[in-house]
């Protein structure tokens, strides 16, 4: 059984930041690539950021420029160091799993989510 546990949500303030972080338990982590999705209230979850474990990043547009995503192979763990947030922001934020290189923006892609973690950001 695969788990993912995601850490860092909150209540902050426009302009603030927050850095999300996710623990994995697959042992194949360092070839997995490693997303973070938001699902805004009463809308469809979409995809944030993704990075692969040669490096490559994507990211979507509305966060460029604000959020970074960052790996750290050695501790299982992916993060998302949010930038200059905005009420738009705001969401449940879920980390995902796919065991393949190239970084999808599509849900169905993934093959193991996390429990997903609040972010509210206020105005």
């Known amino acids: 059984q695969v788990q993912l546990l995601e850490s860092g949500g909150g209540l902050v303030q426009a302009g603030g930041s927050l850095r999300l972080s996710c623990t994995t338990s697959?042992?194949?982590?360092?070839?997995?690539?490693m997303s973070w999705f938001r699902q805004p209230p009463g809308k469809e979850r979409e995809f944030v950021a993704g990075?692969?474990?040669?490096?490559?990043?994507l990211y979507a547009d509305s966060v460029k420029g604000r959020f970074t995503i960052s790996r750290d192979n050695a501790k299982n763990t992916v993060y998302l160091q949010m930038n200059s947030l905005k009420p738009e922001d705001t969401a449940v934020y879920y980390c995902?799993?796919?065991?393949?290189?190239?970084?999808?923006?599509?849900?169905?892609?993934?093959?193991?989510w996390g429990q997903g973690t609040q972010v509210t950001v206020s105005s």
């Open positions: 995902a799993v796919r065991p393949r290189m190239d970084i999808s923006r599509v849900v169905n892609d993934y093959d193991y």
């Open positions: 697959r042992r194949t982590f360092s070839r997995d690539t």
């Open positions: 990075m692969n474990w040669i490096g490559d990043e």
